[in-house]
């Protein structure tokens, strides 16, 4: 069999397990199980060990493993990140909430940056990396992601980070956090506990602590909002993604929090995803 009919043979199974981008999926296993680049595939000559290979890759996959854990990393932005079980999955969506954080570090001289609920890194190693006068703090409790956040700070080779191991709820007592962000940004957990068991069988294979937000999907917002806010700039921005149909809500909890200005962003698929929230130069409520 040669390499092109096996890309078709695997894109065909896994379009029959009802996985969108079965062309794709089915070229980037081919790319694990030949060792080669996308462009190289058309160089390489089938052997059996690469195809003895792609098919166990395929069957990962269509039993509902993550194309990420199976490849190991994933691209977001200008990075490239190590992945496996224990961490959550970037999406495509988090890229634009990573742009607006950075917009507002590049806005600061010498920023301080602190990413809540880091994972993998991929918000504040994309900052860090684009801003490198900022000094970025990752904050994460899961000792499972963690451990992708140091893989993932080494193999950038970035200067300009500390990783924490510690508790949003703890607020700056948490670790060693300047109490004076410039920038505080947190794709958080979000997801009401309730709808768990609902999820994609992809989705539920990710940890559940970086999913479950509480009864309402709230929860971590109220403890961003009561352990965050005061160690904030006069000035500074506060940048958050949500759930679909949260966006309101998170509005209105920091509007009662602190009376912060905010504003609501919508994803490239025109959801309501982002909310930012600038605190006022003097740092009082408005």
């Known amino acids: 069999m040669t390499i092109g009919q096996l890309r078709k043979q695997g894109a065909a199974e896994l379009q029959a397990a009802g996985i969108e981008n079965s062309r794709f999926e089915a070229d980037c296993l081919l790319v694990v199980a030949t060792e080669q680049d996308r462009a190289g595939l058309l160089l390489h000559t089938e052997d059996a060990a690469a195809r003895d290979c792609y098919y166990a890759l395929l ?3 269509i039993e509902g493993e993550p194309l990420q854990y199976i490849l190991g990393e994933w691209d977001f932005l200008d990075i490239t990140l190590q992945l496996g079980p224990g ?9 634009a909430l990573a742009r607006l954080a950075l917009e507002a570090a590049q806005a600061q001289t010498n920023p301080i940056v602190v990413d809540l609920c880091a ?3 991929c918000i504040g190693f994309s900052v860090a ?5 900022a000094t970025v703090y990752l904050l994460e409790k899961s000792e499972e992601a963690f451990r992708f956040l140091k893989i993932n700070e080494k193999r950038l080779h970035l200067a300009n980070t500390y990783c924490i191991l510690g508790d949003v709820y703890e607020g700056f007592a948490a670790g060693a956090v300047p109490r004076r962000a410039h920038v505080l940004v947190s794709n958080p957990p979000y997801i009401p506990a309730a709808e ?4 994609q069988r992809e989705v539920q294979r990710e940890p559940a602590v970086a999913l479950d937000g509480g009864a309402d999907g709230l929860d971590f917002y109220r403890g961003i909002a009561d352990k965050w806010l005061d160690g904030l700039q006069p000035g500074g921005l506060l940048a958050l ?21 905010t ?21 009082k409520k408005e």
């Not at 990396?129 to 006068?133: A, E, H, R, T």
């Not at 698929?269 to 006022?280: H, I, L, S, Y």
């Open 59 to 61: 069957r990962r996959r």
């Open 87 to 95: 961490v959550l999955i970037p999406r495509p969506e988090t890229e």
């Open 119 to 121: 994972g993998s890194g």
């Open 129 to 133: 990396q684009s801003c490198p006068g």
């Open 196 to 199: 768990l068991c609902g999820l």
């Open 241 to 261: 993604e949500c759930g679909e149909g949260q966006a309101e809500a998170v509005t209105s909890l920091l509007f009662q929090a602190r009376r912060m200005k």
């Open 263 to 283: 504003s609501i962003h919508n994803d490239f698929r025109g959801v309501a995803r982002f909310v930012t929230a600038e605190k006022n130069a003097q740092g």
